[in-house]
């Protein structure tokens, strides 16, 4: 079982940052991908940022060279770094983990709004 709490939400003006934070505690050692998934009103939920033991690192078109994902093995921490926010990047970011066997994780959310 893998536990994810997110924090870092909030509400911000067009152009400027915010940072979440993705804690994870249980079977971590066992997750082999963790990322960033969102889901704004109307919308279904959509990749932002994913780091994979096989492929690496990924980015939403739509991110890229404004967001960046990063983790703190140390400290079981996922991060995702926003610069340069729009009014279009509001929604509910999820914090989302993958186990080897397969298993999908999903934190419980944080509203991120962007105001223009």
């Known amino acids: 079982q893998v536990l994810l709490v997110e924090s870092g939400g909030g509400l911000v003006q067009a152009g400027g940052s915010l940072r979440l934070s993705c804690a994870t505690s249980g079977s971590t050692i066992s997750i082999d991908a963790m990322g960033w998934y969102r889901q704004a009103p109307g919308k279904q939920r959509e990749l932002v940022a994913i780091?994979?033991?096989?492929?690496?690192?990924t980015y939403a078109d739509s991110v890229k060279g404004r967001f960046t994902i990063s983790g703190d093995n140390a400290k079981n921490t996922v991060y995702l770094q926003m610069n340069s926010l729009k009014p279009e990047d509001t929604a509910v970011y999820y914090c989302y983990a993958r186990h080897v066997l397969g298993t999908d994780y999903w934190g419980q959310g944080t509203q991120v709004s962007v105001s223009s």
């Open positions: 780091i994979t033991n096989t492929y690496g690192t």
